[in-house]
C-alpha cells in the first residue's frame, strides 16, 4: 500500500502538469486570436478575389475579343492596328493592377494589425503611438479613397463591353426565337463600326443573318461575353473591399485619435493629482513641525 501512495501522487501531479500546459495553450491561442484584424482579413480577402476576377478574366476576355474581330469583323490588319495596340495597353495595366493591389492589400492588413495592436496595447494602458503612425493612416486613408474613385470608374467602364455583348446575344437570341416573325433575316445586322471599335472603312465591319448566328455560336463570343460578366463582378467586388478599407481606416484614424486625446488627459491629470498630494504632505509636514 505505501509502494502504490507515491504513485498515485506522481499520477495526479502529471495530470495537473498536463491540464495546466492545455490551458497555457489555449489561452496562448486565444492571445493570439484577439489580435488578429477580422475587418480588415475580411477586406483582404474580397481584394484578392475581385482583383484576381477582374485581372485574370479581363485579360482573357480582350484576347477573345481581338480575335473575334480578327476572324469575323475586320479581316484587314492595318484596320484593327489601333485596337490591337489600346488592347495590348490595356492588358499591361492589368499586370500592374495585379502586382500594386496585392502588395497595397499586403499593406493595409498588416496597418490592420497595428492598429490591433496599439490598442491591445491601450487596454492594458501600455498605449503607445506617435504622431508618424497616425499620419501614415490619415495617408492611406487618403489613397484608399482615390482607388475607391478611380476603382468606381473601371467599374463603369467594365460594363460597356457587358452591354455589347449583351445587345449582341440579345440579337441572336431573337432571330433563334420561334416567335419572332423575321421573313428577312438577313436584315438584322451587328455593326461595331458604329461603337467606334473599328473604323468605318473596315471590312465586312458588321454581320447580318447566318453569319451573325454564327459568330454568336463561337467559342470567342461564349467565352469573352462570360468573363466580361465575371470582370465586371470583380471590379465591383473590388469596389466593395475599398469601401470596406476605407470605413476601416477611418475608424481606426479616429479610435487613436481619441485614444491619444483620452491618455493626454489622464496624464495631466495625474501629474495635478500629484501635484496636490506632494502640496498636502508639505502642508502636514509644516504643521507638525509647528507644533512641536
Known amino acids: 500500500m505505501d509502494g502504490t501512495k507515491p504513485a498515485m501522487e506522481s499520477n495526479a501531479e502529471d495530470t495537473q502538469d498536463e491540464g495546466q500546459e492545455s490551458k497555457g495553450c489555449f489561452e496562448c491561442c486565444i492571445k493570439c486570436l484577439g489580435g488578429v484584424p477580422y475587418a480588415s482579413l475580411v477586406a483582404t480577402i474580397l481584394c484578392f478575389s475581385g482583383v484576381a476576377l477582374f485581372c485574370g478574366c479581363g485579360h482573357v476576355a480582350l484576347t477573345g475579343t481581338l480575335t ?5 469583323f475586320s479581316r484587314v490588319t492595318s484596320d484593327h492596328a489601333t485596337l490591337t495596340m489600346v488592347i495590348q495597353i490595356f492588358q499591361y495595366i492589368i499586370y500592374g493592377v495585379a ?12 496597418e490592420g494589425f497595428y492598429t490591433t495592436s496599439a490598442i491591445k496595447k491601450e487596454l492594458q494602458s501600455d498605449f503607445k503611438t506617435t504622431v508618424c503612425g497616425r499620419c501614415i493612416t490619415a495617408f492611406f486613408m487618403f489613397l484608399t479613397y482615390i482607388l475607391a ?3 468606381l470608374g473601371i467599374f463603369g467602364f467594365t460594363a460597356i463591353p457587358v452591354f455589347l455583348f449583351f445587345n449582341m446575344w440579345n440579337t441572336c437570341a431573337a432571330m433563334k426565337s420561334p416567335d419572332a416573325n423575321i421573313t428577312l433575316p438577313d436584315s438584322i445586322c451587328v455593326d461595331v463600326r458604329q461603337y467606334g471599335i473599328i473604323p468605318w472603312n473596315a471590312t465586312p465591319g458588321k454581320a447580318c443573318g447566318a453569319t451573325l448566328g454564327d459568330i454568336c455560336n463561337t467559342s470567342e463570343f461564349y467565352l469573352s461575353y462570360h468573363l466580361y460578366i465575371v470582370t465586371l463582378a470583380g471590379a465591383g467586388a473590388t469596389v466593395i473591399a475599398l469601401i470596406h478599407y476605407l470605413m476601416i481606416l477611418s475608424a481606426n484614424w479616429a479610435y487613436l485619435k481619441s485614444a491619444v486625446s483620452t491618455h493626454e488627459y489622464q496624464d ?15 502642508k502636514d509636514g509644516q504643521n507638525s513641525s509647528s507644533y512641536s
Open 68 to 72: 473575334m474581330l480578327e476572324n469575323h
Open 99 to 110: 502586382s500594386f493591389f496585392f502588395v497595397y492589400a499586403i499593406i493595409l492588413l498588416a
Open 149 to 151: 474613385l478611380a476603382f
Open 268 to 282: 495631466i491629470k495625474t501629474k495635478d493629482d500629484q501635484d496636490l498630494e506632494a502640496e498636502a504632505r508639505s
